[in-house]
């Protein structure tokens, strides 16, 4: 037998919610999955903000500009290391006799 929320609960699978517990406890996060024994919330820190890449909300825009957000560009050259010696492998396996 389904809980009487299951069908609601399973059109938000991938939106944000707010789940209450039944000992009281409030939980915010999207909603990964719905079982008929329970559901499973990806939780969010508190104080934390939801953006899509589609989002038009001004807010956003003005919060990247403003000191209160601790988002920032991520760069590390070492990357590139990695990636030409993964390349260079790979062409050295590609072109190499096989030597069984």
Do not use: C
């Amino acid at each position: 037998m389904y809980h009487p929320m299951y069908h609601h609960a399973s059109r938000l699978v991938g939106k944000q919610v707010y789940v209450h517990h039944m000992n009281g406890t409030m939980y915010h996060g999207t909603l990964t999955a719905v079982q008929p024994s329970g559901v499973y919330v990806f939780l969010h820190p508190p104080g934390s903000r939801f953006a899509t890449a589609n989002s038009t909300d001004l807010d956003l825009q003005r919060a990247i500009g403003s000191a209160d957000v601790d988002a920032e560009m991520v760069y590390w050259p070492g990357a590139y290391f990695a990636f030409g010696a993964l390349t260079g492998l790979t062409a050295a396996a590609l072109f190499s006799p096989f030597v069984w």
